[in-house]
């Protein structure tokens, strides 16, 4: 029975049959919202995104013919600054994943305490299938027509899957011509000659490695020696893995879309990224002792088990099979709800993405200060600041999920659901 306070029903935007990552994450809103006290009287402003913005995206192709692309970008919360979250062109990008990925923004960024709401964009394409001329065009005409809402005041995009520090100078550039000024706040991860920062392209694998010692020491696992398993060798796990590898532990398994590499005695993380960036995958590297089938991955016993690749990857199905101590979520939205259950009841200690993950957009924070000031910091500063700012996260989420006995992820959603509807509520509803 639908009372006054429960009519806010599904958008009909949704599909109620099929939400995809959207319904994941609205599940982990249920789960915070008890803990909310009276702020749950808001709890709906996090269950609908502010703003969306569906665009078409239409390309001459370098043979002549026009094509034409979904684009989007989602302004899910700007309670507490203007909204930020990277730009994904993927053929498989979808609204509700648009949706969940600007929602995780959200809670990542008051999480971290940057002073930001929650934001993301996404072209439904796939990059491969377009030359860079091609890939130029659509980048700059998906600006222009998001233009209307981003800005560096209002919403500042950045890099995500298939989008680099070059899309970015495109997006830059197409802003700044379209404003008359030269905006380099708009985007963060740019490249360092256009206003980037030192130390943003490794700052997401560096905070899933300061988090991730951080599980350790509380949990008891010594970093040196321990086993270390990685789905996703591109910047985030790539990065991570040469942090781990660096402080001693043994990186014994790493996945990619394309091979699945082991080591029980460790693999040559150096020699592994030479190898990927010469044949473009880990498959066939010389340095491994075995290869192995892609669902096998998930039977490889480890102490530490990083998901740094796609959403939707640790689910009821494998979950039962992992035997791990931590996993540290490199990736956004790896683990289902189901699963994140069947881990924990294992004593499995998740430290979530909207947490483990947040290095990147903390650095892309420093980014878009450096650029208002001009003034730009060294790399020991920015990851100085960087490793202060997430023992900080990690050591109050810790006290919170200690304090009210729940999973680190739902009290970083505490933590951070608290502070977006404190700013909710103290700001009150216009007009
Ligand atoms: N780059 C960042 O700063 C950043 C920040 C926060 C979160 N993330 C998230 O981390 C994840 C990875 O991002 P990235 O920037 O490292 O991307 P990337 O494109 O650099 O690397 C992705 C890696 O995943 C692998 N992969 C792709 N499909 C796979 C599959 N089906 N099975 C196994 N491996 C597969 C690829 O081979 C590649 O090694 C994404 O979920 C992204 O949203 C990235």
Request: aromatic share 6%; hydrophobic share 40%.
């Amino acid at each position: 029975m639908t009372t006054a306070h429960q009519q806010h029903v599904l958008p009909s935007y949704l599909n109620p049959d099929d939400l995809g990552p959207w319904g994941v994450y609205l599940q982990q809103i249920d789960r915070v919202t008890p803990h909310l006290g009276s702020l749950s009287r808001w709890v709906e402003t996090l269950k609908r995104p502010k703003r969306i913005l569906t665009v078409d995206v239409p390309i001459e192709r370098d043979d002549g013919t026009i094509s034409h692309y979904e684009g989007y970008r989602v302004q899910h919360n700007m309670s507490r600054g203007p909204g930020k979250g990277g730009v994904r062109f993927h053929q498989d990008v979808t609204l509700s994943e648009v949706m969940a990925l600007s929602a995780w923004m959200t809670v990542k960024n008051a999480a971290v305490n940057v002073p930001y709401g929650g934001a993301k964009g996404g072209i439904r394409v796939d990059p491969k299938t377009l030359s860079r001329n091609e890939l130029q065009r659509l980048t700059r005409r998906y600006t222009s027509e998001i233009s209307l809402i981003i800005g560096p005041n209002k919403d500042i995009p950045a890099p995500d899957v298939n989008t680099n520090e070059q899309v970015m100078a495109w997006m830059m550039d197409s802003y700044a011509m379209i404003e008359g000024n030269l905006s380099t706040g708009v985007v963060t991860g740019k490249p360092i000659s256009l206003g980037g920062s030192l130390g943003r392209r490794e700052a997401t694998g560096r905070g899933v490695f300061v988090v991730g010692r951080e599980a350790a020491a509380q949990r008891g696992v010594a970093i040196e020696g321990a086993r270390v398993a990685i789905q996703g060798f591109g910047n985030v796990g790539g990065v991570a893995g040469t942090m781990f590898s660096d402080a001693g532990a043994k990186v014994i398994a790493v996945q990619d879309h394309n091979g699945t590499v082991v080591h029980q005695g460790g693999l040559d993380i150096a020699q592994l990224h030479k190898h990927v960036a010469e044949v473009g995958s880990v498959a066939g590297f010389p340095g491994a002792e075995a290869f192995l089938d892609r669902d096998a991955f998930w039977d490889i016993e480890s102490d530490i088990l990083i998901p740094a690749a796609l959403e939707q990857q640790i689910t009821a199905d494998n979950a039962p099979r992992i035997r791990t101590k931590i996993i540290l979520e490199g990736a956004n939205g790896p683990t289902t709800p189901e699963a994140d259950d069947i881990l924990t009841d294992k004593d499995v200690l998740i430290v979530p993405d909207v947490l483990a993950n947040a290095g990147g957009v903390t650095v892309s924070y420093f980014e878009w200060v450096q650029d208002f000031s001009s003034f730009f910091w060294s790399e020991d500063e920015i990851n100085a600041r960087l490793t202060h700012i997430m023992q900080d996260a990690f050591k109050s989420v810790w006290a919170v999920s200690q304090e009210k006995k729940v999973t680190l992820r739902t009290a970083t959603f505490i933590l951070a659901c608290t502070r977006v509807l404190q700013a909710r509520e103290v700001r009150g509803l216009y007009p």
